[in-house]
C-alpha cells in the first residue's frame, strides 16, 4: 500500500506518466480477463445458433463437434415453424401479452398516481401491500388460486374466428382455468405489484406542486392523471411496458399450471411441451429455441435502453 | 401551519369546494366529492383484485395445510389433521422434503457466494471508462431477456451426454466415459446452477452498475486523493455508500433462489437430484396429484423462509421513501 499510495500521491507532478505505464500490464490481464469471459458467456448462444443451421445428417457423420462438411442451411428452421405450427403458438403468446400489457400499466399507474400524488393514511400500506404480493415465490400461491381457477364460472359468450384459430372472448369451458382471460388475470395482477412499486418511484420525483395546483385550478383528478401525470412518466411507462412484455413472454410457470391443453399455451411453455414429441435431435432443439428467443433477442437489440431501464428503475431508487 | 387548521385561502378560490384534506407536508388539497370517489376506485380496483388472487391464496394455502383434503368435494370438518402434515414433513417422513430444502439452500449459497459476487465484479471492472465496456456490458447481459425454457435448452446443448458441446469437446464420447452432467444426482445439480448463474450475473451486473453510477464521484476522488488504491476505493469508499443497493441484490438473489422452478423442472421435472420445494409443491397438489393439504404444507414452509427476504426489501423500501 504504502509504495502505490507514494506513487499516486506524488501523481499531481510529472510521476503521473509513469504510474500510467506501470499499470498497463494490469490493463492487459484485465482486457484478457474480460475477453476471456465476454467468450465463455457467447459461446452457449453461438453454439446453439451453429447447431440449428447443420443438417443432422452432416452431423450424425461428422460427430457434434465437427467443421461444417455439408454446408450450413435453414431446414431445422423450416421443419419447426411448420412441423410444430409455430405461427400458431406466436398468435398465442400475443393474445395474452399483448392486453396484459396494456392493462397492467393501466391499473399500476392509478395506483401509483392515488398513492405518490396524494397524502392519505394508508398509502404506504398499499404500495407495500402490492409489492409484497409480487414478491411472493408464485408457487406459494399456486394451489389454492388453481383450485379458484376450477371452481370459478365464467360465461362463454362468443368466439372471435380467424381462420383456424378460435379466441374466446371469455371462456369456453365456463371456467377460468384453461382460458386465455385466466392466464392474463394473473399475469394482471401479479405484476401490477412490481409495476405499481416501479411507476411510485418514479411518480414519487414529480412535484406534488403540479397536481395540487392543477386541483385548485378546478381539474377533476382523472384528467390530472391522464393529461398531466402520466405524460411526465413516459420514459417509465416505456420502460415498465418493455419489461413487462419480455417478463409475461418469458414466463413458463402460470401458463403450465393454469393451461391445460397445448393449443391456448404461449410458445415458451409450448415449446416444453414439444421437447418429447417433436424434437428428435439437437439441431432441431436448436432451431425450436432460437426461434422462440426472437421477440425478446429483438428487445434486446432495440429496447436495450428501456429494457435496463425497467430493471433498475425497481431497484436504485427503490 | 398546524394540520388541523380548516381554513384556507384554496377553500374560497375553488370552484367546487368539497373537504379539506391536509397533506402530510402541510399543504391543502380541495377534493371534491366526486374525485374522492375517482381516486377510492384508482385504489381499490387493484387493490381488490390483488387480494383476491394474491393475498386470499396465501392464507388458504395456510388454511388447506391443515387438512388432508384432496381436492375433490368441500373441506368438512373431518378433513382437518391439525399440524400432521408438518410433522409428517420436518420428521422426513416424505424422504425428498429435506434433499428439496437442501438444493433449495445450494441454490441460494450458490448464487449468494459465487453468482452474485460475480455479477458485481464485472459491475465493478466495467464501470470505469475503459475500451470496449459497452461491449462487454452488453454480452454479459444478453441471458437476461432470454426466457428460463430457452437458457434451459440452450445448455442442454452443452450438456447433453452424447450429443453435447462439453462430452464431445473433451472427447469423453469417444473414449466412453461420458459424463451425465444432467442425468447424474450427484452433479446435476451444479449443471443446473451454471445455466441459472449465465442468466443471473447478467441481471446483477445491470443493478449494480446502475447503483456505481449514481455513486458521487466526488467520494472517489478523495479517496484518491488521500492515496486509496482502487481495491481499497471499492471496498472501503463505494461498497459502504452502496448499502441500499446491496440489501436489494441481496434481497433479490434470495427471492429467485426460493423461486427457482423453471430450469428443474425443464430438465427433468424436478426429480433424481434436482428436487425443490417450489416442485414438490405442484407435484403434490396440482392436476391428478390429491395431496392438496400435504403440497399446501410445503407451501406454507416455503412462504415462512420468503418472508425473510421479503420483510428486508421492504423495510429497505421504506427507508427509502421516508428519507
Known amino acids: ?16 506518466v509513469i504510474a500510467r505505464r506501470r499499470l498497463r500490464p494490469a490493463r492487459v490481464i484485465l482486457h484478457a480477463f474480460l475477453i476471456a469471459m465476454a467468450l465463455l458467456w457467447i459461446f452457449p448462444l453461438f453454439w446453439a445458433v451453429y447447431s440449428s443451421f447443420r443438417p443432422i445428417g452432416d452431423t450424425v457423420v461428422h460427430g457434434y463437434v465437427s467443421l461444417p462438411s455439408g454446408g450450413l442451411n435453414l431446414d431445422n428452421y423450416k421443419a419447426f415453424w411448420t412441423g410444430a405450427d409455430l405461427p400458431y403458438f406466436y398468435a398465442n403468446t400475443l393474445v395474452i401479452v399483448v392486453p396484459s400489457v396494456i392493462l397492467i400499466l ?5 395506483v401509483a398516481f392515488a398513492c405518490t400524488q396524494f397524502s392519505w393514511r394508508f398509502n404506504l400500506t398499499v404500495l407495500m401491500i402490492f409489492t409484497a404480493g409480487n414478491l411472493l415465490p408464485p408457487q406459494v400461491i399456486i394451489v389454492p388460486l388453481y383450485h379458484l381457477y376450477l371452481s370459478t364460472p365464467i360465461p362463454s359468450i362468443s368466439e372471435l374466428d380467424i381462420g383456424r384459430f378460435a379466441f374466446p372472448f371469455f371462456s369456453d369451458n365456463n371456467l377460468l382455468y384453461d382460458q386465455y382471460i385466466g392466464i392474463m388475470l394473473i399475469h394482471v395482477v401479479f405484476q401490477t405489484g412490481f409495476a405499481a412499486f ?17 386541483i385548485i385550478d378546478g381539474a377533476h383528478v382523472l384528467r390530472i392523471c391522464w393529461n398531466i401525470v402520466l405524460p411526465l412518466c413516459r420514459p417509465a411507462l416505456a420502460a415498465m411496458a418493455t419489461l413487462l412484455f419480455t417478463f409475461i413472454y418469458n414466463d413458463f410457470f402460470w401458463a403450465l399450471i393454469l393451461l391445460k391443453t397445448g393449443d391456448k399455451r404461449p410458445i415458451t411453455s409450448a415449446l416444453n411441451n414439444l421437447q418429447g414429441e417433436f424434437f428428435s435431435n439437437n439441431n432441431l432443439i436448436a432451431a425450436g429455441a432460437l426461434l422462440a428467443a426472437v421477440p425478446p433477442i429483438l428487445v434486446y437489440i432495440f429496447l436495450q435502453k428501456q429494457f435496463i431501464a425497467g430493471l433498475t428503475l425497481g431497484s436504485t431508487k427503490g | 401551519m398546524a394540520r388541523t387548521t380548516s381554513v384556507s385561502p384554496a377553500k374560497a378560490d375553488s370552484p367546487e369546494a ?11 388539497h380541495v377534493l371534491t366529492r366526486y374525485d374522492r370517489r ?3 376506485a384508482m385504489v381499490g380496483i ?6 383476491l388472487l394474491i393475498w386470499w391464496p396465501t392464507f388458504t394455502s395456510l388454511y388447506y395445510s391443515l387438512t388432508n383434503w384432496d381436492g375433490v368435494g368441500d373441506i368438512t370438518s373431518q378433513n382437518f389433521v391439525g399440524l400432521k402434515n408438518y410433522q409428517f414433513l420436518l420428521s422426513g417422513g416424505y424422504f425428498q422434503f429435506w434433499p428439496a430444502v437442501e438444493h433449495n439452500f445450494i441454490w441460494l449459497a450458490w448464487l449468494t457466494f459465487v453468482a452474485t459476487p460475480l455479477g458485481i465484479f464485472f459491475a465493478v471492472l466495467l464501470d470505469r471508462d475503459i475500451r470496449g465496456t459497452r461491449f462487454y456490458q452488453s454480452v454479459f447481459y444478453l441471458p437476461v431477456v432470454l426466457s428460463l425454457v430457452v437458457v434451459g435448452f440452450i445448455w442442454e446443448l452443452q450438456f447433453a451426454p452424447t450429443e453435447g458441446f ?3 469437446a473433451f472427447g469423453l464420447v469417444k473414449t466412453g466415459r461420458i459424463i451425465d452432467w444432467l442425468g447424474n444426482p450427484h452433479i446435476n445439480l451444479f449443471a443446473v446452477l451454471v445455466a441459472a448463474s449465465w442468466r443471473h450475473v447478467g441481471y446483477m451486473m445491470v443493478i449494480y452498475l446502475a447503483g456505481l453510477k449514481s455513486v458521487d464521484p466526488t467520494l472517489r476522488e478523495a479517496a484518491k486523493v488521500d492515496g486509496a488504491n482502487e481495491v481499497q476505493t471499492f471496498f472501503r469508499v463505494v461498497f459502504p455508500v452502496m448499502a441500499p443497493i446491496n440489501t436489494v441484490i441481496v434481497v433479490l438473489t434470495a427471492i429467485e433462489s426460493l423461486r427457482a422452478f423453471d430450469l428443474a423442472f425443464i430438465i427433468n421435472q424436478g426429480k433424481n437430484g434436482l428436487e425443490l420445494l417450489s416442485i414438490l409443491i405442484t407435484n403434490n397438489s396440482i392436476s391428478e396429484s390429491t395431496r392438496v393439504g400435504f403440497g399446501s404444507a410445503i407451501a406454507v414452509i416455503l412462504l415462512v423462509i420468503s418472508l425473510g427476504p421479503i420483510v428486508a426489501f421492504l423495510s429497505q423500501a421504506m427507508k427509502v421513501s421516508r428519507s
Open chain 1, 1 to 16: 500500500m504504502s509504495i502505490t499510495g507514494a506513487l499516486t500521491r506524488s501523481a499531481a507532478t510529472g510521476t503521473a
Open chain 1, 106 to 110: 393501466l391499473l399500476a399507474s392509478m
Open chain 1, 198 to 214: 416501479v411507476l411510485s418511484n418514479y411518480m414519487k420525483t414529480i412535484s406534488r406542486e403540479i397536481t395540487e395546483s392543477a
Open chain 2, 18 to 28: 368539497g373537504e379539506l384534506v391536509a397533506t402530510a407536508s402541510g399543504r391543502y
Open chain 2, 38 to 40: 375517482v381516486l377510492m
Open chain 2, 46 to 51: 387493484p387493490l381488490f383484485l390483488d387480494i
Open chain 2, 166 to 168: 462439453i462430452n464431445n
